[in-house]
Every structure is written in structure tokens, then in C-alpha cells.
């Protein structure tokens, strides 16, 4: 089994193929959305395959130590042109090639018109513990 | 003779114990944190045996099971620490007064020491009877991050002598956090809330007690109407009020009534006065929308909250037409969560369409969760696809 982050991007990723605002989607279209992706959660919980997923606020700050007896320093709200990461969902598959099958599910959400967006989402291989058998 | 069936336990019954048994060992002279393992490990102990035979007195078998366990924990320390037992006879029966026990130990868990996250585990676990595990869940962290903090929650208040009395509206807030983190998972934190809140009310007589209580009935009697079956949010002039219950409404009146009758006014009744007004109302165009103005005219005496302030504006706006509303408002900061979803509404009820579906894409990324987030989002939507047509 191995694990793989799947990152959804406020913005930073490359543009989508149907990119429009969700507010300017008819609240059926939003709704439609949104039952995909709790369906597609669902049904990665029943074949034993989700780990986690959570949603980001747009917000946010960069903040780093400044030094002893200093407060840190913030910097924020993040600059436009800064890559926003939206949410991500982590799965536990057998393979690489069924994240990416997941993944492209998962772009496929429907959005304004009913048809997929075919976001970019961006898909990363968690680092794993070492194997016990090495040789 | 047929065998008798197991009887599984009551485990509601069984947590409502907990803290009249945790109080008498602590009044024997145990720490609070080691008596309140042994209450732990005694609850196992019913799940496991009751079934088979459940005892007449369930209360007298805790502390007697719990008493043993303190003792053997406390023996077992001693000897590895070489140390003089100190704790040696269970004392002779007596009268203990139960629902002191239990008011002390709601100060202790709601100590002003202790961070509002440590008092709320610590609420649920030593007064609410729920595991390590439970409690984790309820809050989405792993079990081991629950368990240090509980354990460092008993260590900060170890010190604290049992019997001076707290600060009845510190244990007030922990247990309205408790109410407002509502149900994720299996454990419903709400109706747990309800529950602790009903025993602190049989344990001290107080109208700010009753006032939470009535707030959480009112609140919790709306449930089934406030979410679609898809999940999504339905505002409160749009709920099916057929599926409010009427049973926990007359409860949480009643109670509320009791309260008011005392003269004594505080944030939780003025604010379950509010929600008393909402359920009266057969219908959302019914809504005595002058009272509730009163109602947070009174509460914006009492805390000087912005978030009063905020509701006073969408109250206003129902009873004196959108421009009162936006004008009180305006008096408002605008950094305020949720007034930009507060702005959308009232600048939609004043034709406005345009500047509210703004304000609704704005306060649908300000959401501060995702149901909240969805619904704006899709008022955003709504406008737009009206005004595109």
C-alpha cells in the first residue's frame, strides 16, 4: 500500500479546462458539485482507500522566528500571485497508477454547465518508513 | 428455567453516576487525578460484568469497585515509590451529599487555570463519564494527543482544594463549547451537553443554569429542520418548523419562563428568549421581530458582544425594513465574521442584487466552515443565475 496527497489549488495550478467562479454556476450546479465530491469520499471510505481530507480557508499568513525574546514575524494575507492551496485528500492505494485513476475521478467533479472542470490536481507519494526486509 | 438474557447496560444511566462517584472518593481524601482513573477503570468494570448481573445499587457498586482500584493503584505506587501507605481503611458508610459533589466537580473541571480545550475534555471525561477514545473522536485528534491532554488538565488541577466554591459562569461557557461543537462522528456532543447541563441545573439553583438549558433545548429542538437531506445548510425562515420538536420547545419555554420570573437577567436567558421567539412563531413571517430587537438590545447591555451587535443589525433589518439594518450596520466593523454574509442579506432584501451577490462570493470565502462556506456560495449562485437571465 502506499499513500498519496492529493492537493487542491486555489490558485498556482495550471488552468482548468472548464474555468469558471462557482458563483457564477446555478446553485444546482453547485450542489451537483458538491454531492461528487461527499460521493467520491464516500466510496473511497468503502473500498478502504481514504485517509483524510480537509478544506483550507483562502486565508492565511506566511510567519517565520525572529530571533530570541522577539516576536515572529507574520506576513500576510498571502500576495495574489502566491500558490493557494484549497484542500487535499490523502488515499491509501495499492498503487500509483490507482491514485492517478482516483485523481482523475476526482477532477472529473462536475461544474459550471454540468460538465467536469477537469481541474489539475497535484498528486504527491508520502515518504514511507524504511521496508524491514532491505536486501 | 430459562437463563436470563444479558441486559445491556444503560449507558446514559451509567455516565449520570459518574460524578457523585468520582465526588465521594475525592472526599475520602483521594487526588483527583487518581480518582479519577479508578472511576474510569470502574466503568469497564460495570460494562463488562453488568449484563450478566446487573447490581441493585449501581452507584455503592461503583464506588466500591473504583474505591478498590484507587486503593490498589495508590498501594502499588506506594510500594514502588517505598513509600508509607496513607490511605488504608474505606471509611464507614455515611450520608454523602451528592449534589455538592457534583457542583464542585463541575468548578474543578472548568477551572479558570485550565484552557478552554483541557476544561472541555476534562468536563466530558471526569463528569460525562466518556472514554479517552470517545472524547478524541468527538474532536477529530488522534487519542494519545486527548489523553496528555486530559492528563495534563488533572495535573494543573490537582492543588485545587474540593471545596471552595467556583465561578458558576466558567463552567457555563465550557459546557456551551461543548453544545456549539454540535456532532461530528458518533458521539453527539449537543445531546451531551444537554445532559451535563440538566445535571449542573438539579445541582445548583441558578437562572443563568436554566437560561443555557433553555438555550441548548431550543436550539437542539430545531436540528432535524436545519440541515437538507444533502447535508446542506436551510436558514432558519426557510425550515420546515413541522419537524421542530415541540417537546424539547415546551421544555426549554417552560424552563426559560421559570428563569425570567426571577428577575435576574443574564447573556444565556436573553439569549434563549431570542430562540423562545423563533419557536413561537408558527411561521417564519410570524417572527416578533420588534421583541428579539429588544431581546439584543438587552443582551448588548449585558456583553457588550459585536457578534450581539451583528444579530441586533439582521433583527433590525426584519423589524424596520433593510436600510435600518444596513444603517446599524454600518456602525459595525467590517472585519466582523460574517458580516459580509450578514451585508449580502440585507442589501438582497433591499433589491440590490448585484451588490449582494458580491458580498455573498465574499463571505462564501470568508466561511468559517464549509456547510457555511456551500450555502453562500450557492446564495451567490442563485443571485448571478437570477440576474444573468
Sequence with gaps: MAKYLMLKHYRGAPEAVNDVPMDRWTPEEVS???????????????????????????????????????????????????????????????????????????????????????????????????????? | MPMPMPMPVDEVLLRSIVPGVLGVLVRRGADFAAAEDAVQEALIEAVRVWPDGPPRDPKAWLVTVAWRR????????????????????????????????????????????LTPSSAVALTLRAIGGLTTRQIAQAYLVPEATMAQRISRAK??????????????????????????????????????????????????????????????????????????????????AEQDRALWDTTAIAEGVRILQAALARDRLGEYQAQAAVAALHADATTA??????????WYDELAGLTDSPVVRLNRAVALGEADGPRAGLAALAELDGALPRYAAVAA????????????????????????????????TRQAARLNSVRGR
Excluded at chain 1, 498571502?78 to 482523475?104: H, N, P, Q
Excluded at chain 2, 493503584?73 to 490511605?87: G, M, N, P, Q, S
Excluded at chain 2, 413571517?285 to 429588544?294: L, R
Aim: hydrophobic residues 40%; aromatic residues 8%.
Design chain 2, 70 to 113: 484507587f486503593l490498589d493503584a495508590t498501594r502499588a505506587d506506594a510500594a514502588r515509590r517505598r513509600r508509607e501507605d496513607v490511605v488504608e481503611e474505606v471509611p464507614a458508610p455515611g450520608p454523602v451529599p451528592g449534589t455538592d459533589d457534583t457542583l464542585q466537580l463541575y468548578f474543578l473541571c472548568a477551572h479558570p487555570s
Design chain 2, 155 to 236: 495535573r494543573t488541577v490537582s492543588g485545587v482544594p474540593f471545596d471552595r466554591p467556583g465561578d458558576v459562569s466558567t463552567v457555563l461557557r465550557v459546557l456551551y463549547l461543548v453544545f456549539n461543537e454540535g456532532y461530528s462522528g458518533d458521539l453527539d456532543l449537543a445531546a451531551e451537553a444537554i445532559r451535563l447541563t440538566r445535571q449542573l441545573a438539579a445541582a445548583i439553583d441558578h437562572p443563568e443554569v436554566a437560561g443555557l438549558l433553555a438555550l441548548m433545548l431550543l436550539h437542539h429542538a430545531r436540528r432535524a429542520a436545519r440541515t437538507a437531506p444533502d447535508g446542506s445548510l436551510v436558514p432558519l
Design chain 2, 345 to 376: 442579506y440585507l442589501h438582497e432584501r433591499d433589491g440590490d442584487l448585484e451588490r449582494a451577490a458580491q458580498l455573498y462570493a465574499e463571505a462564501a470565502r470568508k466561511a468559517p466552515n464549509l456547510a457555511e462556506r456551500d450555502h453562500l
Design chain 2, 285 to 294: 413571517s410570524e417572527t416578533d421581530w420588534v421583541q428579539i430587537v429588544e
Design chain 1, 32 to 135: 451537483a458539485h458538491i454531492q461528487y465530491m461527499n460521493d467520491f469520499a464516500a466510496r473511497l471510505e468503502k473500498s478502504g482507500e481514504f485517509v483524510d481530507g480537509q478544506a483550507l480557508a483562502p486565508e492565511g499568513a506566511w510567519v517565520r522566528y525572529d530571533g530570541e525574546g522577539r516576536p515572529p514575524v507574520t506576513d500576510g494575507p498571502f500576495a495574489e500571485t502566491k500558490d493557494l492551496i484549497a484542500g487535499w485528500m490523502i488515499i491509501d492505494v495499492d498503487s500509483y497508477e490507482r491514485a492517478v485513476e482516483l485523481a482523475g475521478e476526482l477532477s472529473a467533479a462536475p461544474g459550471a454547465g454540468g460538465k467536469p472542470i477537469h481541474e489539475w490536481l497535484e498528486l504527491r507519494p508520502f515518504l514511507t518508513a524504511p521496508p524491514t526486509i532491505a536486501e
